[in-house]
Each structure stands twice: as C-alpha cells, then as structure tokens.
C-alpha cells in the first residue's frame, strides 16, 4: 500500500501553483520522507518471501516479522496523515487571520474617515506616501527633470501673473465701463 501521487491533491496543487512555494515544497518533502520509509519496509517484506523455512518457528519468526513490517508502514502513513492535518489547521488559521484583517480593512467608515483618508493620500502625508509620491517615484529621471523645470516655469509665470493681475483687472473694469456706457436700453412699450 504505496502514498499514490498520480491523482491527489497534492500533485494538483504542484501542477497548479507550481514548485518554489514553501508549504508546497515542504508537502513534497513530507511525502517524500514517508513514501522512501514505505518503500524500505515493503522492499523488507519482499525479501521475506524469497526466505525459506525449515521448522515452525522459522515460520512464526518470518510472520512476526511480516506483522512488524506492516504496522511500520502505517505508522508511518499515520505519522503522515497527522503531519498533514497540522500543516492543514496551520493554513486555515494563517488564512483566518489574513481574512480577518481584510474584514476590518474593509468595515465601513464615517465620510469624515473617508474624506481625511482622500485628503491624505492626494497629499501624500500617509505613513507610505501619497499617489503623488507613488507616481513620482515610477517617473523617468527624464520625465522627472522635465517635471521640475514645467514646475519652476509656472512659478516664474504666478510671480508675473501676480504683478499684471492688478493691471488686467483694472483694463478689464474700464472695458466694462466703456461697454456699459455705450449700450442704451430700449424701451420698445413706450
């Protein structure tokens, strides 16, 4: 009675999820510890059928042997199982747990929570940066100089701005006079 590997679940999760996951290596390392450990007791048993007995005890000697080599093998299967069965409670509980922190990540929040969280994500005061920072760090250098440069640009622009603004809006107040006193209204019921 070999640990088949053809069909189980284990193979599945290998075909499936691949080599390099600690857990997946660690089933294979498990299974392949037991099945070495069967194949030694079943290659004992083997050898016992090619052995001759002359007397009754000789005979009783070779059963007790085979008895002994059979309760090894599922000792060993059972040693298996359990290892099994911990590995199994060991990710359901990693898994709980991971869910459980999904769940409170996920628990409704006041819109004053939702919008102090907005507010510091956009300006990056969050303990991992903000999705300025984020975007700032994924840009080229190129782009990042090009950045700087569009950026003092605009700051030069807002000075000058900032001086003419007073100029522009008075030329704008006159034009609005100018237009004003131009425009007569009809009154077309008189």
Do not use: W
Request: hydrophobic fraction near 35%.
């Amino acid at each position: 009675m070999n640990i088949s590997m053809a069909n189980s679940p284990l193979s599945v999760l290998t075909q499936h999820y691949g080599m390099g996951l600690k857990s997946t290596e660690e089933k294979i390392e498990r299974f392949q510890k037991a099945q070495s450990q069967i194949d030694f007791f079943e290659g004992k048993k083997a050898e016992l059928k090619n052995k001759q007995c002359a007397s009754l005890d000789e005979i009783a000697q070779k059963l007790e042997l085979f008895n002994n080599y059979n309760n090894q093998i599922d000792a060993v299967k059972k040693q298996f199982n359990n290892e099994q069965v911990m590995h199994c409670m060991d990710e359901a509980q990693e898994l709980g747990e991971k869910i459980a922190e999904a769940a409170e990540e996920l628990e409704p929040k006041t819109a004053e929570e939702r919008c102090e969280e907005i507010a510091e994500e956009a300006l990056g005061i969050e303990d991992d940066g903000g999705i300025l920072d984020e975007l700032l760090e994924d840009m080229p250098e190129e782009l990042q100089e090009t950045l700087d440069e569009m950026l003092t640009d605009s700051a030069a622009l807002k000075e000058e701005l900032d001086e003419e603004l007073p100029e522009i809006i008075e030329q704008e107040r006159i034009t609005r006079m100018h237009l004003e006193n131009q425009y007569t209204p009809i009154d077309i019921k008189a």
